[in-house]
């Protein structure tokens, strides 16, 4: 399905015609499909919507044309670029920073995305770019600027823009890699805190730690247990880098996975952890989780467990209950609910 960005950028199309054109993050895979020009490449930061997008261009052999990445490679080879902006505006300016040297010099740089997102402070994004900025539309509760680049442009180095903070939590010391996007970015999230507290045991056997972010909770697992098989997943390429960093930095060997939910894990868990997702982009979306709750028996062994925190605000008790034999609450603050769920 075409998201509202992806319907203003169409609006636009004639700007996408000639040339060789890079969509940035783009919310659908769709968008591929629609577009005329062959030559529109996906730079996708989101395993889901990278799968959407090469399923789309397969079919005219366009499939390698899409990029899983942390950053893209620069080439200065694309005539333009559109980036879809989003949620957190330091990962928005990552991304430009990125993306503009793979631009020809006069290339054309466009931002689409929704109100609600802050589009309006794009025009402010792209002034490190160009002195030519305009709005070029505003429909469906989105709007869409365009930018030529005319200023001098800097390589891009992702470690520059990557935070490595130390946290103790119990009688464990660890450092976390994080990058601006990566959820709770230079910071212990609370919630998370509260589940690492709650971790009594690591059991020597094959651990997850599903929708990983930077890490933290899958390195916590590998320096407490050191027998631990540790496996981190995410839908992030910005969190799969950050959690391949984190693991090098504590000295955790760990298997790193891109997944949309439980999809591309294979095998079986001991024990899973996890502080799970409640939004898409900007949109709050408990599809994720209520599917990864639905689904985890199949990937828990005899006896395995699951322990994850949530907000209190959300109501995972019944459908845990519906899928295991036996839930626990290890904790409750006001704000936040420990469960330990068994097979
Ligand atoms: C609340 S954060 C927790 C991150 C980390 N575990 C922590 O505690 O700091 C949720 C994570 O879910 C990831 N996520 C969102 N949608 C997902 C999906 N469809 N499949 C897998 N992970 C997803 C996000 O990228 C984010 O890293």
Redesign the pocket.
């Known amino acids: 399905m075409l998201t509202a960005a992806s319907q203003v950028l169409l609006r636009s199309e004639e700007l996408l015609e000639q040339g060789k054109w890079l969509l940035v993050n783009p919310t659908d895979g769709q968008v591929f499909s629609e577009l005329a020009n062959p030559d529109v490449h996906g730079f996708h930061q989101f395993f889901?919507i990278y799968e959407q997008s090469v399923a789309v261009t397969k079919g005219q052999g366009r499939d390698s044309q899409h990029q899983f990445a942390a950053a893209y490679e620069a080439d200065a080879s694309f005539d333009g670029a559109v980036l879809y902006l989003p949620k957190a505006k330091a990962h928005g300016q990552m991304l430009l920073a990125n993306i503009a040297p793979c631009l020809k010099p006069g290339a054309t740089l466009l931002v689409v995305g929704e109100n609600k997102g802050g589009i309006k402070s794009a025009a402010k994004l792209l002034t490190p770019y160009s002195d030519n900025v305009n709005k070029v539309d505003s429909a469906r509760h989105c709007a869409m600027f365009a930018a030529v680049i005319d200023k001098p442009v800097a390589p891009f180095d992702i470690t520059k823009w990557q935070d490595v903070s130390e946290y103790q939590v119990s009688d464990i010391t660890f450092k976390v890699c994080s990058l601006p996007g990566?959820?709770?970015h230079g910071d212990l999230?609370t919630g998370?805190q509260l589940l690492l507290d709650n971790i009594d045991r690591v059991v020597s056997g094959r651990i997850l730690?599903f929708?990983?972010?930077?890490g933290?909770?899958g390195c916590f697992a590998g320096l407490k247990n050191a027998q631990a098989q540790v496996v981190m997943?995410?839908?992030?390429a910005l969190?799969i880098y950050c959690s391949q960093k984190s693991a090098e930095l504590n000295g955790v060997k760990a298997q790193v996975i891109p997944?949309?939910?439980l999809r591309a894990l294979t095998g079986k868990f001991a024990q899973v952890f996890?502080?799970?997702?409640f939004h898409?982009g900007i949109k709050t979306d408990y599809s994720?989780t209520e599917s990864f709750m639905q689904q985890l028996k199949n990937h828990l062994q005899d006896r395995g467990s699951l322990i994850l925190v949530a907000n209190k605000f959300l109501r995972y008790a019944d459908e845990l209950e519906k899928q295991f034999k036996s839930v626990q609450f290890l904790k409750e603050t006001s704000k936040f609910s420990v469960y330990c769920c068994r097979r």
């Open positions: 889901d990566v959820f709770s999230d998370t730690d929708a990983c972010g930077a933290i909770i997943s995410d839908v992030s969190a997944s949309n939910g996890t502080n799970p997702p898409t994720v």
